[in-house]
């Protein structure tokens, strides 16, 4: 089962807003990976974090790897229809350098 | 650039026939994973191969699903025989050696009735 709590669910915000959703655990992560997917395709890495308190921009997305190294943070600055889809987290534990963890998304609709 | 190549993209077939999905990785990748997505537990690793071996099969939910790679750019997830609840989106992912980002192909939409 999922251990990444993403929140929010849901979010439903006029165009032009900023968006922020997040990810916690209550087990420490190495990576975190941040993906978006749209109906009736796979998920497609957005920005990947490496080092505690790392912050690294996509465009007008920001994502940062909380500094104790059991959450992570997603901005978009100035949403656009285009970036309605489900975003989810996915982090690496230090256990296993290859399963990841992903939390239950959240799903983004933007009113044009 | 190519990305991950799964076919089919959808499948529809009766319960107790054999299924078999398929998924080319990006060229130079060396693992590659497939997962399962149900609205119920989301995205499911079933298995992993790295150099063409599978390293971890823990995820694969019966002896009814079997999954191969023979070559670095091949693989194969077999269901034998399917049942309605396997029902689900099928992911291959690939990438370069772990912990480097996993990248998705679009998915085999899988329904047995």
């Known amino acids: 089962g999922q251990q990444l709590n993403q929140s929010p669910q849901s979010m439903f915000i006029q165009e032009g807003e900023d968006v922020s959703m997040n990810c916690t655990s209550s087990?420490?992560?190495?990576?975190w990976l941040w993906y978006k997917q749209d109906p009736g395709e796979g998920p497609v890495l957005l920005i990947a974090?490496?080092?505690?308190?790392e912050l690294t921009s996509n465009g007008r997305l920001t994502a940062q790897f909380g500094i104790t190294r059991k959450d992570s943070f997603l901005n978009i600055s100035a949403s656009i229809p285009s970036d309605v889809g489900i975003y989810f987290c996915?982090?690496?534990?230090?256990?296993?350098?290859?399963?990841?963890?992903f939390g239950s998304g959240t799903r983004l609709l933007v009113r044009p | 650039d190519a990305g991950v190549i799964q076919s089919p993209r959808h499948e529809v077939t009766e319960m107790g026939q054999e299924v078999t999905l398929r998924c080319k990785p990006i060229?130079?990748?060396?693992?590659l994973f497939w997962y399962r997505q149900t609205m119920m537990r989301g995205l499911e690793l079933l298995i992993y191969?790295?150099?063409?071996?599978?390293?971890?099969d823990s995820g694969m939910p019966e002896d009814r699903f079997s999954a191969k790679m023979p070559n670095a750019s091949f693989s194969t997830l077999k269901i034998q025989p399917s049942e309605p609840r396997d029902s689900a989106v099928y992911f291959c992912?690939?990438?370069?050696?772990?912990?480097?980002?996993?990248?998705f192909g679009d998915g085999t939409r899988l329904s047995i009735l």
């Open positions: 992912a690939s990438s370069l050696d772990p912990p480097q980002p996993q990248h």
């Open positions: 087990s420490i992560f190495n990576t």
């Open positions: 974090l490496y080092k505690a308190g």
């Open positions: 996915a982090g690496l534990r230090m256990d296993s350098s290859y399963k990841l963890i």
């Open positions: 060229s130079g990748h060396n693992s």
């Open positions: 191969f790295n150099n063409n071996v599978p390293i971890d």
